[in-house]
């Protein structure tokens, strides 16, 4: 990897995505949780609207958070990986503004929203934990509306397909991978990228022709990182370091 590309995007601590660790999700699950709830892939683990009286720690699957507009279009604005915590609103009296469905059959904990306040208090390391995780979300949203809004089809796909990959990579640091799972389809990919199926359906094969990627079957092959990381328009040093799990340096 020679890591040429031009830099316009994320910058992070080296942490980047790396869900709550094992330790730090069973003092959260055993002291806090009201019972684990398994969901079937397709089912919403709360809708647009809900008043968010729990809180889930997504443990096991993939789920996409999600708006819809009034003719039904969908966009996802997020996909929560293990580790994610799920369902926090702005206020005792909000409403959630999106939606969260379970693209995969998946396990959570849930805990009461309503003893936040205590966790706060009483698990100082971990709210702080949480709330860095918070503003990657904020990070990553200011980065899907930035795709959205000025990034060609191409450049859309390969960055959504990079950090998918850099953050299930970040759960195994120190291991060097080159493919993974990705449970998701053309359409998916669509509704996060705002793009229709043919369109995706015609960068992932101009892409997989050219030696980027490869996605087949749901699961996707990293074939070029560099050329990757170029096209999804990414800081060079900041990619490889997640691709090739080492902090930057």
């Known amino acids: ?113 309503a003893v936040l306040a205590s966790f706060s208090r009483d698990e100082p390391e971990i709210t702080m934990r949480l709330a860095r995780s918070l503003a990657r979300d904020c990070s990553m949203a200011y980065d899907r509306m930035t795709s959205i809004g000025r990034r060609s089809a191409r450049e859309r796909v390969a960055h959504l397909l990079l950090e998918l990959f850099t953050r299930y990579r970040a759960q195994w640091p120190g291991t060097r991978i080159e493919e993974m799972a990705l449970p998701l389809t053309q359409e998916q990919i669509g509704d996060a990228t705002g793009l229709t199926f043919v369109h995706v359906n015609r960068v992932l094969s101009a892409m997989r022709k050219q030696g980027v990627v490869e996605f087949h079957y749901r699961r996707l092959r990293i074939l070029d990182p560099d050329r990757l990381i170029e096209v999804a328009g990414v800081d060079p040093q900041m990619a490889l370091s997640w691709l090739e799990g080492r902090s930057p340096g």
Not at 42 to 55: H, P, Q, V
Not at 86 to 92: A, C, V, Y
């Open 1 to 113: 990897m020679n890591g040429r590309a031009r830099r316009g995007s994320r910058g992070d601590d080296g942490g980047s995505w790396i869900a709550p660790s094992s330790a730090d999700q069973h003092r959260l699950v055993s002291r806090y949780r009201a019972g684990d709830r398994k969901i079937e892939a397709g089912r919403d683990l709360f809708s647009i609207g809900s008043s968010g009286g729990a809180i889930f720690n997504l443990l096991d699957g993939w789920v996409a958070l999600y708006t819809l507009l009034e003719d039904g279009r969908r966009q996802i604005v997020q996909f929560a990986l293990p580790g994610a915590v799920l369902g926090i609103l702005p206020s005792k009296r909000a409403q959630a503004t999106f939606g969260a469905q379970a693209l995969t059959d998946v396990v959570v904990s849930v805990i009461p929203a």
